[in-house]
Protein backbone atom coordinates (compact mmCIF):
# COMPACT_ATOMS: atom_id res chain seq x y z
CA UNK A 1 0.00 0.00 0.00
CA UNK A 2 1.80 3.50 -0.83
CA UNK A 3 2.42 5.37 2.22
CA UNK A 4 -0.20 8.49 2.76
CA UNK A 5 0.81 11.43 1.25
CA UNK A 6 3.16 10.02 -1.22
CA UNK A 7 2.31 10.16 -4.86
CA UNK A 8 3.77 9.45 -8.21
CA UNK A 9 3.86 13.44 -8.86
CA UNK A 10 4.85 13.99 -5.31
CA UNK A 11 7.97 11.75 -5.69
CA UNK A 12 8.78 14.32 -8.83
CA UNK A 13 8.01 17.28 -6.69
CA UNK A 14 10.81 15.60 -4.11
CA UNK A 15 13.30 14.78 -7.41
CA UNK A 16 13.30 18.30 -8.19
CA UNK A 17 14.78 19.06 -4.85
CA UNK A 18 16.80 16.93 -4.98
CA UNK A 19 17.81 17.87 -8.41
CA UNK A 20 17.96 21.36 -7.48
CA UNK A 21 20.01 20.63 -4.55
CA UNK A 22 22.15 18.15 -5.83
CA UNK A 23 22.72 17.96 -9.30
CA UNK A 24 21.50 15.35 -12.04
CA UNK A 25 24.32 13.13 -10.96
CA UNK A 26 23.11 13.39 -7.45
CA UNK A 27 19.55 12.17 -8.31
CA UNK A 28 19.22 8.91 -6.90
CA UNK A 29 16.48 6.88 -5.80
CA UNK A 30 17.94 6.67 -2.51
CA UNK A 31 18.19 10.21 -2.28
CA UNK A 32 14.50 11.21 -3.29
CA UNK A 33 13.58 8.28 -0.76
CA UNK A 34 15.68 10.03 1.78
CA UNK A 35 14.44 12.96 0.67
CA UNK A 36 10.54 12.40 1.41
CA UNK A 37 11.44 10.25 4.57
CA UNK A 38 10.95 6.89 3.27
CA UNK A 39 12.77 3.52 2.17
CA UNK A 40 14.24 3.64 -1.27
CA UNK A 41 11.88 0.22 -2.18
CA UNK A 42 8.88 2.42 -1.05
CA UNK A 43 9.55 4.55 -4.22
CA UNK A 44 8.69 1.53 -6.63
CA UNK A 45 4.94 1.76 -5.53
CA UNK A 46 5.06 5.09 -7.66
CA UNK A 47 7.72 4.28 -10.35
CA UNK A 48 9.26 1.79 -12.31
CA UNK A 49 12.70 3.12 -11.26
CA UNK A 50 15.00 5.96 -11.85
CA UNK A 51 15.09 6.00 -15.40
CA UNK A 52 11.29 6.80 -15.50
CA UNK A 53 11.67 9.24 -12.20
CA UNK A 54 14.30 11.16 -14.76
CA UNK A 55 11.87 10.66 -17.35
CA UNK A 56 8.95 11.89 -15.59
CA UNK A 57 11.16 15.31 -13.88
CA UNK A 58 12.17 16.32 -17.60
CA UNK A 59 8.78 16.31 -18.29
CA UNK A 60 7.52 18.22 -15.52
CA UNK A 61 10.65 20.78 -16.13
CA UNK A 62 9.67 20.72 -20.02
CA UNK A 63 6.13 21.45 -19.53
CA UNK A 64 6.73 23.98 -16.52
CA UNK A 65 9.12 26.20 -18.96
CA UNK A 66 6.72 25.63 -22.24
CA UNK A 67 4.06 27.26 -19.46
CA UNK A 68 6.26 30.05 -18.06
CA UNK A 69 7.68 30.73 -21.51
CA UNK A 70 4.12 30.96 -22.85
CA UNK A 71 2.74 33.14 -20.07
CA UNK A 72 5.91 35.18 -20.78
CA UNK A 73 5.41 35.82 -24.80
CA UNK A 74 1.68 35.86 -24.65
CA UNK A 75 0.12 39.22 -26.24
CA UNK A 76 3.40 40.71 -27.07
CA UNK A 77 4.59 40.51 -30.71
CA UNK A 78 7.89 40.59 -32.58
CA UNK A 79 10.83 42.07 -30.61
CA UNK A 80 9.23 42.41 -27.67
CA UNK A 81 7.95 38.28 -27.79
CA UNK A 82 12.04 37.84 -28.26
CA UNK A 83 12.78 39.21 -25.74
CA UNK A 84 10.40 38.32 -23.43
CA UNK A 85 11.27 34.51 -24.50
CA UNK A 86 15.12 34.95 -23.99
CA UNK A 87 14.22 36.74 -20.76
CA UNK A 88 12.30 33.60 -19.61
CA UNK A 89 14.65 31.00 -20.82
CA UNK A 90 17.60 33.19 -19.11
CA UNK A 91 15.66 33.48 -16.06
CA UNK A 92 14.75 29.98 -15.87
CA UNK A 93 18.16 28.13 -16.98
CA UNK A 94 19.54 31.06 -14.35
CA UNK A 95 17.61 29.91 -11.36
CA UNK A 96 17.69 26.28 -11.82
CA UNK A 97 21.03 25.30 -13.50
CA UNK A 98 20.73 21.82 -12.36
CA UNK A 99 17.14 21.52 -13.93
CA UNK A 100 18.83 23.18 -17.21
CA UNK A 101 21.22 20.53 -17.44
CA UNK A 102 18.84 17.62 -17.39
CA UNK A 103 17.16 18.87 -19.94
CA UNK A 104 19.51 19.75 -22.08
CA UNK A 105 20.82 15.79 -22.07
CA UNK A 106 17.46 14.29 -22.19
CA UNK A 107 16.23 12.62 -24.99
CA UNK A 108 13.34 9.94 -24.78
CA UNK A 109 11.50 8.10 -27.46
CA UNK A 110 8.27 8.26 -24.92
CA UNK A 111 4.86 10.13 -25.72
CA UNK A 112 4.73 12.31 -22.91
CA UNK A 113 8.42 13.71 -23.10
CA UNK A 114 7.62 14.06 -26.92
CA UNK A 115 4.33 15.97 -26.35
CA UNK A 116 6.32 18.08 -24.03
CA UNK A 117 9.48 19.07 -25.91
CA UNK A 118 6.26 19.76 -28.54
CA UNK A 119 4.96 22.40 -26.65
CA UNK A 120 8.15 24.30 -25.30
CA UNK A 121 9.13 24.22 -29.05
CA UNK A 122 5.73 25.93 -30.25
CA UNK A 123 6.48 28.64 -28.14
CA UNK A 124 9.49 29.20 -30.04
CA UNK A 125 7.69 29.24 -33.15
CA UNK A 126 4.92 31.64 -32.41
CA UNK A 127 7.96 33.78 -31.10
CA UNK A 128 9.71 33.57 -34.84
CA UNK A 129 6.38 33.09 -36.83
CA UNK A 130 6.08 37.23 -35.78
CA UNK A 131 8.67 38.25 -37.86
CA UNK A 132 6.71 36.50 -40.69
CA UNK A 133 9.13 33.47 -41.06
CA UNK A 134 7.28 30.13 -42.45
CA UNK A 135 8.67 26.49 -43.33
CA UNK A 136 12.52 25.96 -43.30
CA UNK A 137 13.05 29.76 -42.28
CA UNK A 138 11.18 29.47 -39.17
CA UNK A 139 12.68 26.12 -38.24
CA UNK A 140 16.15 27.50 -38.99
CA UNK A 141 15.56 30.53 -36.96
CA UNK A 142 14.37 28.45 -33.89
CA UNK A 143 17.66 26.20 -34.01
CA UNK A 144 19.09 30.32 -34.34
CA UNK A 145 17.55 31.48 -31.44
CA UNK A 146 18.36 27.71 -29.62
CA UNK A 147 21.86 28.03 -30.28
CA UNK A 148 21.83 31.59 -29.33
CA UNK A 149 20.57 30.66 -26.00
CA UNK A 150 21.74 27.28 -25.00
CA UNK A 151 25.30 28.32 -26.49
Do not use: C
Request: no cysteine.
Amino acid sequence: MPRAGLTTDAVVSAALEVLDDRGPEGLTLKAVADWTGVATPSLYKHIGGLAELRRLVAIRIIDEAAARMGAAVMGLARQDALDAYLTEYRTLASRYPQRHALVERASYDDPGFIAASERLVNVAYAVVRGFGLEGEDLVHAVRTVRAAVTG
